[in-house]
């Protein structure tokens, strides 16, 4: 039997690739015991990786900003190809190469039934909604790694046309586990549709996809706001416009400038607790972006806030943000009557259709975010490099299998 190594956290900006035992068709004991579900999973699919990307949300953990305990198992963003299928699996086979939903859902619940799989109720016994290799997510190994275990495989899998074509577009398939919807449901939710204009916050891999997502939904301008000039380059390289947060100008003159009103149709935060403050030099302002979305879309907008809170930031600048309560200003959200999504992204309900976007040649999401493909072995690397605001998604690729780029 093969065996099987993973990304984990070590301390606050440091991981290690470790061995683990090769996974088995069993349930995480979280789950087992906090749930009263079998442990035996004939429910479950064992997947080599083909590639598993590297996630601002794995950051979070990374920086030491979540209660991540030492020894996490990190990845939630997982591709691969089926080499067991247990005896309940029915509709994929060994061989297949599928994407896998960061979201762990069973396919059986209320929630579930509804599309809600970001907050499936069995999955999870600390609350609704689960994940890979995440901190309070249920306890499931993460899939920065050469093999790993999805439950509910049926129901969880999206299954590639064809091997072939899909090993050719495997850095933007690589995307469907997690930005690419993600990024679109943030430009969704926010209701960009023919004509819109949008403000998107945060140019990492997230705000990349969604301004991208946006431009696929019809946009008229959409204009991205960071600190980090090779990542607002990043965004202007495939049409986007940018605002640069260093400047001390206020955002909404910002706008103006470029669609001649200092509001917008829609917006996105793309950002989320670790935000900072706008000018040179400014700190940590958790609900800056909150703040800056509310201020800047028109009355009655929505307003997609992929961008993640929690509730519990240990390195939080301020007492109450250490339990994800925040300055923000609903006075003023609510005088405009804006609506917000908030949440995990229920990745099962774009990943198909997106899909088909990046087959027909029509989405060109690997470009979008600088698709950058590493071994297993480099993925120390390659946090670190994403955490110093390089503009590019690290796409590790454990067994070689993904074509040169
Ligand atoms: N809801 C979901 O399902 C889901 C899924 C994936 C990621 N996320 C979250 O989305 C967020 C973005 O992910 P990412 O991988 O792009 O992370 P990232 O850390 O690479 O990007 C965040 C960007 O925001 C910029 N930023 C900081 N303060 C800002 C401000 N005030 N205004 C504008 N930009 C600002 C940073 O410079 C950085 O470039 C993270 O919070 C992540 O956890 C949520
Ligand atoms: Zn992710
Ligand atoms: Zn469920």
């Known amino acids: 039997m093969p065996d099987n190594r993973v990304v984990v956290y070590k301390s606050p900006g440091e991981v290690a690739v470790e061995s683990i035992d090769y996974p088995k068709l069993e349930l995480p004991g979280d789950v087992v015991e906090g749930l009263g579900i079998k442990k035996k999973a004939p429910h479950a699919a064992i997947l080599k990786i083909v590639t598993t990307n590297i996630c601002g949300s794995d950051q979070h953990m990374v920086r030491g900003r979540t209660t991540a305990p030492v020894g996490q198992s990190l990845g939630h963003e997982i591709t691969g190809e089926v080499v067991e299928a247990g005896e309940d699996v029915l509709f994929v086979n060994q061989g297949d190469i599928c994407s896998v939903p960061f979201n762990i859902a069973c396919g059986r619940c209320r929630m579930c039934n509804e599309g809600k799989t970001g907050i499936c109720l069995n999955v999870n016994p600390a609350r609704p909604g689960a994940a890979y290799g995440y901190v309070d997510m249920g306890g499931w190994i993460g899939g920065q790694a050469e093999y790993v275990m999805v439950p509910f495989a049926d129901f969880n899998l999206l299954k590639f046309p064809d091997r072939d074509q899909a090993l050719e577009k495997i850095r933007d398939l690589t995307m469907l586990s997690d930005i690419f919807p993600t990024g679109y449901h943030g430009a969704y939710t926010a209701g960009v549709s023919t004509g819109s204009t949008v403000y998107v916050a945060g140019a990492g891999p997230v705000g990349l996809a969604a301004a991208h997502a946006a431009q696929l939904l019809g946009a008229s301008a959409v204009i991205v706001g960071d600190m980090i000039p090779e990542r607002l380059g990043q965004a202007r390289s495939f049409g986007c416009e940018t605002v640069d947060l260093r400047n001390d100008a206020p955002l909404a003159d910002m706008i103006e400038q470029i669609v001649g009103e200092p509001e917008v ?141």
């Open 265 to 405: 149709d829609a917006a996105v935060d793309a950002v989320g607790f670790e935000a900072r403050g706008h000018g040179k030099d400014a700190g940590e302002q958790p609900a800056t972006v909150l703040n800056d979305v509310m201020g800047i879309a028109r009355a009655g907008a929505s307003l997609g806030i992929p961008g993640l809170y929690v509730t519990g930031d240990p390195g939080a600048p301020d007492e109450n943000a250490k339990v994800g309560q925040l300055g923000v200003r609903i006075g003023l959200g609510w005088a405009k009557s804006h609506s917000m999504t908030t949440g995990q992204c229920p990745v099962k309900q774009y990943n198909r259709k997106l899909m088909n976007m990046i087959l027909s040649g029509k989405a060109d999401i690997a470009k979008a975010v600088n698709a950058t493909t590493i071994s297993l072995d480099e993925a120390p690397q390659g946090y670190q490099e994403f955490d110093s605001g390089v503009a590019r998604k690290f796409v590790i690729d454990p067994h070689g299998m993904a074509p040169a780029a």
